[in-house]
């Protein structure tokens, strides 16, 4: 398949996927379409006052056209001509500008809500997209599409649209008055467009090549960026602040460079076109003096005629500018399709069921599993079983797949063979909401957000009232602490809450998994990287967090094993029974 057909089976996926979103604004498309309407003709309409100056005043015509012909006879062929020439000059401006004013407001206000609408879209389907995907994607990279490719968008969806339909029909207009003034300069003035079709097919494809890598680069300009911030104390505490500035450096001038090539295709495109429009221009003024001294048209008709010919090569100029930035944008698009081609790996079953509460009896029977592409098994016909309200320690050498079993059991992954059930049930039966919602999370690393320590307690549960966040703060021992900050449940958290404490980011992750409520709870090591004092005081919260809880604790410190009921060896695939004594853990 050639390049151009590729090209063309591009922009239509990327209008059938994107194009659903201009719907809503028909209307107001609509009346874009009609002020375009309104610019064109007052585009056409401007150079006739200085036809009618020039053949009805300054040259007077023995057999003047019929315009020019029925003004001289309503305003005679003085002062009063004149003064109805520059009142008609001034008000094709103001209809003119009124309607590019309507035109440009309406196209602006669109594509800002379009823009908005895709990113959304695009957010939206990256978070509903498996785990396998987030687990290999990079942030940054994900960051520069839902903002630099996705704004490119409004380019290709509407301006580029918009500016074509507008300067086509500008075109076609001016084109036919053209022939209806004299036919043969017409003919005249369009010899430049087969060369310049060529041209703009030609750097058109470039341009898109150095847009494609260009935008690539930004891609890893924004993975760097992002972590080298986010790393930010590893790169303070390992002094290597000059080795990612020079990361930095590489990628920024990788992209600079792109951006310069791609730069000077369009300005090479640009300057050749100038050439062939000069050209153009020359060849009608020659010929049209011809014209105009043989006597088959006026010099009033040379000089609207010319006027016409800046009116249909100025479009056609920025026309071919505008391929350069369709192609810009239709790499960004090819990108964003990426993405949207992805289908989530796990997904609800035809027919899943909304999960009630469940009592959490939690089973894997001759489960198999091993990670995408990696093809390494990480569970291998492996059995265990949970009882309702019980404590199961899971250990094992680091990297046997004990997060393993919790991703399976919240279905971020689906086992290759066996079954995970709850209550009997295949999990599979049952919805991802209603299933996830049965189940609390406390991590190794307690995820806290940008915002109030309200809003990240709250978070565990929708709709929760205000007694009901201040009484999960409690139970996780963590109102002390928050009624001593200044802002008390208000006081708005840096990011990833950095600004509080290891142990206090840790008690308000408890209290959120405590206000869900949930049967089951994950504890992914909770107390790892905490000091042994603020270990300790954390597992009385941590106790009555799993009460009356299916607990599923992943740990490899004796002091969390004793929270278990029992402990499980996982190594091989497989789980092994302890007794918490072989551990050293008290019974």
Same mark, same amino acid.
């Given at each position: 398949?050639?390049?151009?057909?590729?090209?063309?089976?591009?922009?239509?996926?990327?209008?059938?996927?994107?194009?659903?979103?201009?719907?809503?604004?028909?209307?107001?498309?609509?009346?874009?379409?009609?002020?375009?309407?309104?610019?064109?003709?007052?585009?056409?309409?401007?150079?006739?006052?200085?036809?009618?100056?020039?053949?009805?005043?300054?040259?007077?015509?023995?057999?003047?056209?019929?315009?020019?012909?029925?003004?001289?006879?309503?305003?005679?062929?003085?002062?009063?001509?004149?003064?109805?020439?520059?009142?008609?000059?001034? +008000?094709?401006?103001?209809?003119?500008?009124?309607?590019?004013?309507?035109?440009?407001?309406?196209?602006?206000?669109?594509?800002?809500?379009?823009?908005?609408?895709?990113? /959304?879209?695009?957010?939206?389907?990256?978070?509903? +997209?498996?785990?396998?995907?987030?687990?290999?994607?990079?942030?940054?990279?994900?960051?520069?599409?839902?903002?630099?490719?996705?704004?490119?968008?409004?380019?290709?969806?509407?301006?580029?649209?918009?500016? #074509?339909?507008?300067?086509?029909?500008?075109?076609?207009?001016?084109?036919?008055?053209? +022939?209806?003034?004299?036919?043969?300069?017409?003919?005249?003035?369009?010899?430049?467009?087969?060369?310049?079709?060529?041209?703009?097919?030609?750097?058109?494809?470039?341009?898109?090549?150095?847009?494609?890598?260009?935008?690539?680069?930004?891609?890893?300009?924004?993975?760097?960026?992002?972590?080298?911030?986010?790393?930010?104390?590893?790169?303070?505490?390992?002094?290597?602040?000059?080795?990612?500035?020079?990361? &930095?450096?590489?990628?920024?001038?990788?992209?600079?460079?792109?951006?310069?090539?791609?730069?000077?295709?369009?300005?090479?495109?640009?300057?050749?076109?100038?050439?062939?429009?000069?050209?153009?221009?020359?060849?009608?003024?020659?010929?049209?003096?011809?014209?105009?001294?043989?006597?088959?048209?006026?010099?009033?008709?040379?000089?609207?005629?010319?006027?016409?010919?800046?009116?249909?090569?100025?479009?056609?100029?920025?026309?071919?500018?505008?391929?350069?930035?369709?192609?810009?944008?239709?790499?960004?698009?090819?990108?964003?399709?990426?993405?949207?081609?992805?289908?989530?790996?796990?997904?609800?079953?035809?027919?899943?069921?909304?999960?009630?509460?469940?009592?959490?009896?939690?089973?894997?029977?001759?489960?198999?599993?091993?990670?995408?592409?990696?093809?390494?098994?990480?569970?291998?016909?492996?059995?265990?079983?949970?009882?309702?309200?019980?404590?199961?320690?899971?250990?094992?050498?680091?990297?046997?797949?004990?997060?393993?079993?919790?991703?399976?059991?919240?279905? &971020?992954?689906?086992?290759?063979?066996?079954?995970?059930?709850?209550?009997?049930?295949?999990?599979?039966? #049952?919805?991802?909401?209603?299933?996830?919602?049965?189940?609390?999370?406390?991590?190794?690393?307690?995820?806290?957000?940008?915002?109030?320590?309200?809003?990240?307690?709250?978070?565990?549960?929708?709709?929760?009232?205000?007694?009901?966040?201040?009484?999960?703060?409690?139970?996780?021992?963590?109102?002390?602490?928050?009624?001593? /900050?200044?802002?008390? #449940?208000?006081?708005?958290?840096?990011?990833?809450?950095?600004?509080?404490?290891?142990?206090?980011?840790?008690?308000?992750?408890?209290?959120?998994?405590?206000?869900?409520?949930?049967?089951?709870?994950?504890?992914?090591?909770?107390?790892?990287? +905490?000091?042994?004092?603020?270990?300790?005081?954390?597992?009385?919260?941590?106790?009555?967090?799993?009460?009356?809880?299916?607990?599923?604790?992943?740990?490899?410190?004796?002091?969390?094993?004793?929270?278990?009921?029992?402990?499980?060896? /996982?190594?091989?695939?497989? &789980?092994?029974?302890?007794?918490?004594?072989?551990?050293?853990?008290?019974?």
């Amino acid at each position: 398949m050639s390049r151009d057909r590729i090209e063309a089976k591009t922009l239509r996926r990327l209008f059938r996927r994107m194009g659903p979103h201009l719907r809503k604004w028909r209307g107001r498309l609509a009346l874009a379409g009609l002020a375009m309407v309104g610019v064109a003709l007052a585009e056409v309409a401007r150079p006739w006052p200085l036809k009618i100056v020039f053949d009805g005043l300054l040259i007077p015509q023995d057999d003047p056209d019929a315009v020019t012909g029925w003004l001289t006879g309503l305003f005679g062929s003085g002062d009063g001509l004149l003064a109805a020439t520059a009142i008609g000059l001034l +008000l094709i401006a103001l209809v003119g500008g009124a309607a590019g004013f309507v035109q440009a407001y309406l196209i602006a206000a669109v594509g800002q809500k379009v823009v908005a609408a895709i990113r /959304l879209d695009l957010y939206r389907h990256i978070h509903r +997209l498996s785990h396998s995907f987030h687990d290999t994607a990079s942030t940054g990279d994900i960051i520069a599409r839902l903002t630099g490719d996705v704004r490119m968008m409004r380019d290709l969806l509407i301006d580029a649209v918009v500016f #074509f339909a507008a300067r086509i029909l500008v075109i076609g207009v001016t084109i036919g008055v053209m +022939l209806w003034m004299d036919w043969r300069l017409t003919l005249a003035a369009l010899t430049i467009l087969p060369p310049l079709w060529l041209l703009t097919r030609h750097f058109g494809t470039r341009i898109k090549g150095a847009a494609r890598k260009q935008r690539r680069k930004e891609g890893k300009i924004a993975v760097v960026m992002t972590e080298g911030i986010s790393a930010i104390n590893v790169v303070k505490g390992f002094a290597r602040e000059a080795f990612e500035e020079e990361r &930095f450096s590489r990628q920024n001038g990788a992209s600079a460079e792109a951006g310069v090539r791609a730069t000077r295709l369009a300005a090479h495109m640009d300057r050749i076109t100038q050439v062939l429009l000069a050209g153009g221009t020359a060849l009608v003024l020659w010929y049209g003096v011809t014209r105009v001294r043989a006597g088959a048209i006026t010099p009033g008709d040379l000089l609207v005629f010319t006027a016409y010919l800046s009116t249909l090569y100025k479009p056609v100029r920025k026309m071919a500018s505008m391929t350069a930035r369709v192609a810009k944008a239709s790499a960004s698009g090819e990108r964003l399709l990426e993405i949207f081609d992805l289908k989530p790996g796990v997904e609800d079953r035809p027919g899943a069921s909304t999960a009630p509460r469940l009592t959490g009896q939690i089973a894997l029977r001759d489960v198999c599993f091993a990670y995408p592409g990696d093809g390494v098994p990480v569970l291998s016909d492996a059995d265990l079983t949970i009882r309702p309200g019980e404590t199961v320690a899971l250990i094992g050498e680091s990297g046997a797949g004990k997060s393993s079993v919790a991703k399976l059991l919240m279905r &971020f992954y689906d086992p290759d063979r066996g079954r995970v059930s709850i209550d009997g049930h295949d999990i599979r039966d #049952f919805t991802l909401e209603s299933l996830r919602g049965n189940i609390a999370v406390v991590l190794q690393e307690a995820v806290l957000f940008g915002s109030t320590i309200r809003e990240n307690i709250a978070y565990g549960r929708d709709g929760a009232s205000e007694d009901q966040i201040i009484e999960a703060a409690r139970a996780a021992g963590a109102e002390r602490f928050i009624a001593a /900050l200044p802002q008390g #449940f208000d006081t708005v958290l840096g990011e990833r809450g950095e600004t509080v404490s290891g142990g206090q980011r840790q008690r308000i992750a408890i209290a959120r998994a405590m206000l869900r409520d949930a049967p089951i709870l994950i504890l992914d090591e909770p107390l790892t990287g +905490l000091d042994r004092a603020t270990a300790q005081a954390l597992m009385g919260e941590l106790r009555r967090a799993s009460e009356g809880r299916t607990t599923l604790l992943i740990a490899h410190d004796p002091l969390s094993l004793q929270l278990a009921d029992r402990v499980v060896w /996982l190594e091989n695939g497989r &789980f092994t029974e302890l007794q918490c004594s072989d551990m050293g853990v008290p019974a």
